[in-house]
């Protein structure tokens, strides 16, 4: 069992920037992919960004040229970096570790941009 434990979310203005990190309890060479989802009030969780082993990276569209997803096997850590936050970024986002069978969700960390 992995803990994930997400940080670095808040209140900032539109156009500011943020960073999240996932820190995960154990090892996160073994999961093939990494990645980022939110959820907003009253829509369903959507994928913001995700990374193969590979390094291949996915993005929606919303948020492309805006965010990035990096990954750092040796802290055991993922991190969205968020800039020219749009208030319509205003969600919850999960941090997801997955491999072929299996996956592993955070608790979420709250992101609220304000206009």
């Known amino acids: 069992q992995v803990q994930l434990v997400e940080s670095g979310g808040g209140l900032v203005q539109a156009g500011g920037s943020l960073r999240l990190s996932c820190t995960a309890s154990?090892?996160?060479?073994?999961?093939?992919?990494v990645g980022w989802h939110r959820q907003a009030p009253g829509k369903q969780r959507e994928l913001v960004a995700a990374?193969?082993?590979?390094?291949?990276?996915n993005y929606a569209e919303s948020v492309k040229g805006r965010f990035t997803i990096s990954r750092d096997n040796a802290e055991n850590a993922v991190y969205l970096q968020m800039n020219s936050l749009k208030a319509e970024d205003t969600a919850v986002y999960y941090c997801?570790?997955?491999?072929?069978?299996?996956?592993?969700w955070g608790q979420g960390t709250q992101v609220t941009v304000s206009s």
């Open positions: 997801r570790l997955s491999t072929a069978t299996y996956a592993y």
């Open positions: 154990g090892s996160i060479f073994r999961f093939n992919t």
């Open positions: 990374m193969a082993t590979s390094g291949r990276t």
